[in-house]
């Protein structure tokens, strides 16, 4: 069984900024798409990022778009999300996934594993 561990989150301002990271154990790192998603509460669960398994290629929601940067570090195993601007409608519990493909999923139903969960508060 593959963990995925989001650690980071936490209460912030609007148009403050937070980073959360997502650390994935074992050796298998480098092969994974990587996503960010995000659930509020009473709403679905939304798309946020995603990242290849070589951190070439991003896709980003619209909501989050030049907002918010992903990247990766393959020899920690580990993916971050940088959020900047950040308002009030991107309070959620923030998720992080990961894919077994080097072929972007285009639905959740494509990602494999996924962590716990980390709660972003923004304060208006």
């Known amino acids: 069984q593959v963990q995925l561990v989001e650690s980071g989150g936490g209460l912030v301002q609007a148009g403050g900024s937070l980073n959360v990271s997502c650390a994935v154990p074992g050796s298998s790192f480098g092969h994974y798409y990587m996503a960010w998603f995000r659930q509020a509460i009473g709403k679905e669960r939304e798309f946020v990022v995603s990242?290849?398994?070589?951190?070439?290629?991003?896709y980003y929601s619209d909501s989050v778009k030049g907002r918010f940067t992903v990247s990766r570090d393959n020899a920690k195993n580990t993916v971050y999300l940088q959020m900047n601007s950040l308002l009030s409608e991107d309070t959620a519990v923030y998720y992080c996934?990961?894919?077994?493909?080097?072929?972007?999923?285009?639905?959740?139903?494509?990602?494999?594993?996924w962590g716990q969960g980390t709660q972003v508060t923004v304060s208006s």
């Open positions: 990242i290849s398994p070589l951190g070439v290629t991003t």
């Open positions: 996934a990961a894919a077994d493909t080097y072929v972007r999923p285009t639905t959740d139903d494509e990602y494999d594993y």
